[in-house]
């Protein structure tokens, strides 16, 4: 009932930025309802992990201790549409990168929950 479209991937020199976004769209009920939003990112060889999330009823962040202090998630909640500043980029970073979105089973905030919906993915390639 949810679609998410990521855009805003491309190739970089290290040390550049880029903006990711994630525009979701569909069933307005399941949309309004969304209360987690993340980023991962999956490199050939490696597994998929997690990059950031954030929980949309209050802003609370999370992120992967990799990217502290270089990325930045938010969301326009009026857009339907989930952003990743990515700055200070550097080779380990070259990945696809998906959004994600879901629903909170419960706590306090978006740890360990399983998304629902997820997106195309969007190709992120640094170069050094």
């Known amino acids: 009932q949810v679609q998410l479209v990521e855009s805003g991937g491309g190739s970089v020199q290290a040390g550049g930025s880029l903006r990711l976004s994630c525009a979701a769209s569909?069933?307005?009920?399941?949309?309004?309802?969304?209360?987690?939003m993340g980023w991962f990112r999956q490199a050939p060889g490696k597994e998929r992990e997690g990059v950031a999330r954030i929980y949309t009823g209050n802003g609370n962040t999370y992120y992967a201790d990799s990217v502290k202090g270089r990325f930045t998630i938010s969301r326009d909640n009026a857009k339907n549409t989930l952003y990743l500043q990515m700055n200070s980029l550097k080779p380990a970073d070259t990945a696809m990168y998906y959004c994600?979105?879901?629903?909170?089973?419960?706590?306090?905030?978006?740890?360990?929950?399983?998304?629902?919906?997820w997106g195309q993915g969007t190709q992120v390639t640094v170069s050094s």
């Open positions: 569909g069933v307005t009920y399941y949309i309004d309802y969304i209360d987690c």
């Open positions: 994600a979105a879901g629903y909170r089973s419960g706590g306090g905030d978006c740890s360990g929950i399983e998304y629902s919906y």
